[in-house]
Structures are given as structure tokens and as C-alpha cells.
């Protein structure tokens, strides 16, 4: 069955602190894609990232990272130097591939990150 | 480039009555969906469409309704609302099915009372 988890509920932060929230996923395709949002306390969801599971290389964007290791079935992101404007709610999703065009989507349910200043 | 447009952003329905949520795209995208969040449950898929005059059930579906006369319009209809249907919903397209991230609109909290 697909799942994801994301067992940080709640992290809290002092500003510029590292942080690396956790994401464990569970497939049994061998082609899929695994993406992280973000959720601001304005509510809208925005994309990050997205990886898909032929492509193992860490990706790096500015103060972002992501961590993807298939032997651990993992995905996880790391947020350098973080600042206030990282305080949001962090999904990690995964997408597989469905015939007829099903788009079969998991999300976890999510890490809210406070990051104290 | 409004991208995707959600209507209204807040909604207070009595048990028993009926309304629709608005969802609206302008990138030309085939696939659109609908989430709800609860609290600790992450987003839920309620239902999805692969293009115009084409839908599905998602995960949680039960007193909703869909239609996709258009690419740019995908309308969540609640039949007959519910108090655990109070939740926050999410119109979201995509240009792909599957591979391809998924932009979101605003966000709906519907209470119902």
C-alpha cells in the first residue's frame, strides 16, 4: 500500500538554526515521484521540490536541501540558517503512476515548523 | 497569470443544505483535483478529472459531486452538508497526470453547523 509519514508533527526552531524534517515513504512501483510543499500560515500550498525515484542525486536550492536515499526509503529536507519565513506547514507526497490516467497521490500529514526569532 | 482561482474562501452552511465550491484555471492544465485537510490527516483526494467530460472518485468521495464541462472549470458540489465535512478544501491542477507538480488554489474553510 502507498503511505508516507512524516513523524515530526510539530519542530520549533530558534532562527538560524539547521532543521531537517523526516519523510518515509511506502511503494511497491518502482516508478514514482515524491515532491515536498510548503503551507504558510496564509493557507496556500506551494511546490518545492519534486524527485523522481531514477534520480537519487541530492538537490540543493539556496538555503534548501533534499536528501533522497531509495535504500531507506526516505526524502528528506533540510532548511539551512532558518529563518522566520520558513515557519509553515511542510507536506511530503508521493505520485504513482496509475493505467487509464489515475493520478494516485499520497501526501503525509505534514510537519508545522516554528522557527522562533 | 491568475492560476488557480478558488471561490468562496469561507463558507458557513446549516446541516442539510447544498452549495458549490468554485475552481477555476487558466494555465490550460488536463488534470484537476479536489483535497480536503483536516487537522493531523494530511490532504485527502475527494476527486479528480483528466480532462474535460472525464471524472473520478478519489479517496474520499462520499456526499460530493463533481463535473468538468470545461478544461478550466472543476465545481465540488455538497449534496447535502454535513458536520464532518467541515474542513478546509483545495482545487489543485496539474499539466500532467501523475509526474508533474500540482499548483493549488487559496483554499475553501467550509463549517457546517
Known amino acids: 500500500a502507498q503511505k508516507v509519514t512524516q513523524a515530526q508533527t510539530e519542530i520549533s526552531v530558534v532562527e538560524k538554526e539547521d532543521v531537517t524534517l523526516d519523510c518515509v515513504y511506502e511503494?511497491?512501483?518502482?516508478?514514482?515521484?515524491l515532491f515536498w510543499y510548503k503551507q504558510p500560515p496564509s493557507g496556500e500550498l506551494v511546490f518545492l521540490i519534486r524527485?523522481?525515484?531514477?534520480?537519487?542525486q541530492n538537490e540543493i536550492s539556496g538555503r534548501y536541501s533534499w536528501n533522497f536515499q531509495k535504500s531507506t526509503s526516505s526524502f528528506n529536507f533540510t532548511i539551512t540558517a532558518s529563518q522566520v519565513v520558513d515557519s509553515a506547514v511542510y507536506f511530503c507526497?508521493?505520485?504513482?503512476?496509475?493505467?487509464?490516467?489515475?493520478?494516485?497521490?499520497?501526501f503525509g500529514t505534514g510537519t508545522k515548523l516554528q522557527v522562533i526569532p | 497569470n491568475a492560476g488557480v482561482t478558488q471561490t468562496p474562501k469561507f463558507q458557513v452552511l446549516k446541516t442539510g443544505q447544498s452549495m458549490t465550491l468554485q475552481c477555476a484555471q487558466d494555465?490550460?492544465?488536463?488534470?484537476m483535483s479536489w483535497y480536503r485537510q483536516d487537522p493531523g490527516m494530511g490532504l485527502r483526494l475527494i476527486h479528480y478529472?483528466?480532462?474535460?467530460?472525464?471524472?473520478d472518485q478519489g479517496e474520499v468521495p462520499n456526499g460530493y459531486n463533481v463535473s468538468r464541462s470545461t478544461t478550466e472549470d472543476f465545481p465540488l458540489r455538497l449534496l447535502s452538508a454535513a458536520p464532518s465535512q467541515t474542513s478546509v478544501y483545495f482545487c489543485?491542477?496539474?499539466?500532467?497526470?501523475?509526474?508533474?507538480?500540482?499548483?493549488f488554489g487559496q483554499g475553501t474553510r467550509l463549517t457546517v453547523v
Open positions: 489543485a491542477s496539474s499539466y500532467g497526470q501523475w509526474a508533474t507538480e500540482a499548483f
Open positions: 511503494t511497491r512501483d518502482t516508478t514514482y515521484y
Open positions: 524527485r523522481n525515484s531514477f534520480d537519487e
Open positions: 507526497a508521493l505520485s504513482e503512476a496509475r493505467l487509464g490516467g489515475y493520478q494516485k497521490v499520497t
Open positions: 494555465m490550460n492544465h488536463e488534470y
Open positions: 478529472s483528466v480532462g474535460a467530460g472525464i471524472t
